[in-house]
């Protein structure tokens, strides 16, 4: 990351990343807690039973799961995160002690994004994170790893930027513009804007292959649900007017019926 330009306020769609703490010991628990918060991320939870856990995913479901190997009660971390999976494919980190080899490889075999040993720094966890959401997009959109950069992953709805120390989750259908900047991709929401290390026509890569998306000129991507007026050779998203180029601007007026 290169810079930040604005400090989104709590309306922002330039989001805390919402993470669900499963962990049946209390001291623990509170800890996670406690550090996620202090590194500003959005906390669910915690639960102490993998039972309670499924409940968070019915209507806003969290970004990612931090969930320990060994929970008392009808299901353990492994059987949680089983079920947690047929309801949504998300990163999960598990959080390990002094588990026997057999418990290690059966969570092996669930591809957990990132584990996570007790004790914990929380350098340690914050790092986690990263790893997690970094290997999860590997793994669901293999097509985007070839672009991803240690400060943006691409989800299929989302995406995740480091900003400074911490990730954050932006919404793709929130995203007004990207604008090349030299060798940087500036990209545009209604109150925040920032650079990623990487230049417009590497990063667009992804974008361009979502329908909302298109190239007007070869220094703007445009988001065409927030077109809001087109001209001969420009067009409106709120206050900024954007250059059009002649040989795609029959391309814009076509897609812009379906909007």
Same mark, same amino acid.
């Given at each position: 990351?290169?810079?930040?330009?604005?400090?989104?306020?709590?309306? *922002?769609?330039?989001?805390?990343? *919402?993470?669900?703490?499963?962990?049946?010991?209390?001291?623990?628990?509170?800890?996670? @807690?406690?550090?996620?918060?202090?590194?500003?991320?959005?906390?669910?939870?915690?639960?102490?039973?993998?039972? &309670?856990?499924?409940?968070?995913?019915?209507?806003?479901?969290?970004?990612?799961?931090?969930?320990?190997?060994?929970?008392?009660?009808?299901?353990?971390?492994? =059987?949680?995160?089983?079920?947690?999976?047929?309801?949504?494919?998300?990163?999960?980190?598990?959080?390990?002690?002094?588990?026997?080899?057999?418990?290690?490889?059966?969570?092996? @075999?669930?591809?957990? @994004?990132?584990?996570?040993?007790?004790?914990?720094?929380?350098?340690?966890?914050?790092?986690?994170?990263?790893?997690?959401?970094?290997?999860?997009?590997?793994?669901?959109?293999?097509?985007?790893?070839?672009?991803?950069?240690?400060?943006?992953?691409?989800? *299929?709805?989302?995406?995740?930027?480091?900003?400074?120390?911490? /990730?954050?989750?932006?919404?793709?259908?929130?995203?007004?513009?990207? =604008?090349?900047?030299?060798?940087?991709?500036?990209?545009?929401?209604?109150? *925040?804007?920032?650079?990623?290390?990487?230049?417009?026509?590497?990063?667009?890569?992804?974008?361009?292959?979502?329908?909302?998306? /298109?190239?007007?000129?070869?220094?703007?991507?445009?988001?065409?649900?927030?077109? &809001?007026?087109?001209? =001969?050779?420009?067009?409106?998203?709120?206050?900024? @007017?954007?250059?059009?180029?002649?040989?795609?601007?029959? =391309?814009?007026?076509?897609?812009?019926?379906?909007?």
């Amino acid at each position: 990351m290169k810079a930040t330009f604005d400090t989104p306020d709590a309306s *922002s769609p330039f989001d805390k990343i *919402s993470i669900l703490i499963v962990e049946d010991e209390p001291i623990i628990a509170a800890d996670l @807690q406690d550090r996620l918060l202090e590194a500003g991320y959005n906390v669910l939870g915690p639960v102490a039973a993998g039972e &309670e856990a499924l409940g968070f995913f019915d209507q806003n479901p969290p970004d990612l799961v931090i969930m320990d190997i060994q929970l008392e009660g009808e299901w353990d971390g492994i =059987e949680t995160t089983r079920r947690i999976r047929q309801k949504k494919d998300l990163p999960i980190i598990f959080l390990t002690s002094n588990s026997d080899d057999a418990t290690f490889r059966t969570a092996r @075999q669930l591809s957990p @994004q990132a584990f996570l040993s007790k004790p914990f720094r929380g350098r340690d966890l914050i790092h986690a994170i990263e790893i997690a959401i970094r290997q999860f997009t590997k793994t669901s959109d293999p097509q985007n790893s070839s672009i991803e950069e240690n400060d943006a992953y691409l989800l *299929s709805d989302r995406l995740f930027i480091k900003v400074k120390d911490r /990730m954050k989750r932006l919404f793709f259908k929130d995203i007004l513009w990207l =604008e090349a900047d030299d060798y940087y991709c500036k990209v545009v929401t209604p109150d *925040s804007e920032f650079l990623v290390t990487k230049t417009l026509k590497k990063f667009s890569e992804a974008f361009l292959s979502r329908p909302e998306f /298109m190239r007007v000129h070869r220094s703007y991507i445009i988001n065409l649900q927030h077109v &809001e007026e087109i001209g =001969e050779v420009h067009l409106f998203i709120g206050k900024k @007017q954007i250059p059009v180029s002649r040989n795609f601007r029959e =391309e814009l007026l076509g897609k812009l019926k379906n909007y």
